[in-house]
């Protein structure tokens, strides 16, 4: 709603994982530069942990679309929290291996073994990805390591990278499933941004939507977004965001620390009218004798409805 105010081609603060945004900050870049050499290497496990939206199914998307695909096979599993023959499922659809409708576990796992073969005898190296991995069942992480055991004389035939929140690391002290734990080769942690980091990031992604202007967010903004975000990139997405909403409600071209202020009352409130909403609104009132009605309404229908045209959520 605010693109056209701002100068903008798309809205900056979204908060799906567009890899087009993606900002090499100190912990993802060394993240990604870790998976990118560790899939090289030809280990089983490799597992990425952060806490709630600090970028790993951005990281997930980013690190697939940088391996070469001449080289690399990738399979995407979003939600793993599935049984162990589902999950099997999910990896041959993924991969494009057909089979029969009754199959059993054993005969999918041969399968995909004749598959992963074949792949490798092309010269290619087989990576399936798993995104919230913390919610993979225990038994479905046995047979997660059952797979990956599939290799040849000199390297596993698969290799598997668990994307997922601390609760991973311990679900992986399971005794239960030790052996999959010795088998993670590689590990990296996603860390919050810093100060500069955020100031950085909001600038990136700001110039990624088309943003050419002065200054957007004065130094005093940035830091009150990062107080309250504590570098977490999807909270500075949503502060951002709203920032920019409550400053074009005013009509204004930057986002002051006051608009910050009002995005974070609006967005750590639960109940009662959002002050965001109520200045938007009061802005469109005031436009609405200025512009044809009918031009304004989807945008005030939007707002009262409480969609954000940026998440299909709640604003
Ligand atoms: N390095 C980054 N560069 C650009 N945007 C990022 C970065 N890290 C996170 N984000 C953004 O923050 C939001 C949350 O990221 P996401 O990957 O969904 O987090 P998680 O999966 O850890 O919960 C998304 O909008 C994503 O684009
Ligand atoms: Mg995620």
Redesign the pocket.
């Known amino acids: 709603m605010y693109k056209t105010h701002f100068g903008l081609q798309e809205l900056p603060f ?5 890899t087009s ?3 090499a ?1 100190s912990s ?1 870049q060394e993240a990604l530069n870790t998976l990118l050499v560790a899939v090289r290497s030809g280990e089983g496990f490799m597992k990425v942990v ?1 806490e ?7 990281l997930c998307r980013k690190f697939m679309s940088a391996l070469d695909h001449r080289e690399f096979v990738t399979a995407f599993i979003p939600n793993p929290y599935l049984q162990p023959m589902t999950l099997l499922f999910a990896c041959a659809d993924e991969l494009g291996i057909k089979y029969q409708q009754h199959i059993n576990q054993h005969q999918l796992l041969k399968l995909i073994n004749r598959y992963l073969i074949d792949t490798y005898g092309e010269g290619k190296r087989v990576v399936v990805c798993l995104d919230e991995a913390q919610a993979i069942p225990i038994e479905t992480l046995e047979s997660l390591r059952l797979l990956s055991n599939l290799e040849t004389e000199r390297r596993k035939l698969i290799q598997v990278v668990l994307f997922g929140q601390p609760e991973l690391n311990v679900r992986l002290d399971n005794p239960s499933i030790r052996q999959l734990k010795q088998r993670v080769s590689f590990a990296c942690q996603l860390s919050p941004l810093s100060m500069s980091e955020v100031e950085f990031y909001i600038s990136h ?1 700001l110039a990624v939507a088309g943003y050419r202007g002065p200054r957007l967010f004065p130094h005093k903004a940035v830091k009150r977004i990062y107080r309250a975000s504590q570098g977490i ?2 909270l500075v ?1 949503i502060l951002a965001h709203k920032s920019l909403m409550a400053a074009f409600g005013e009509g204004a071209h930057v986002a002051t620390e006051r608009h910050v202020r009002m995005a974070v009352a609006d967005t750590e409130s639960t109940q009662g009218a959002s002050m965001v909403k109520a200045t938007i609104l009061k802005y469109l009132t005031a436009l609405v004798s200025a512009v044809p009605v009918v031009s304004l309404l989807p945008l005030a229908a939007l707002v009262i409805s409480g969609v954000s045209p940026m998440t299909g959520g709640s604003v």
Not at 52 to 58: A, P, S
């Open positions: 979204t908060i799906t994982p567009d945004f993606f900002f900050h993802h952060g709630v939206g600090t970028g790993k199914t951005l992604r990139p999807r997405n």
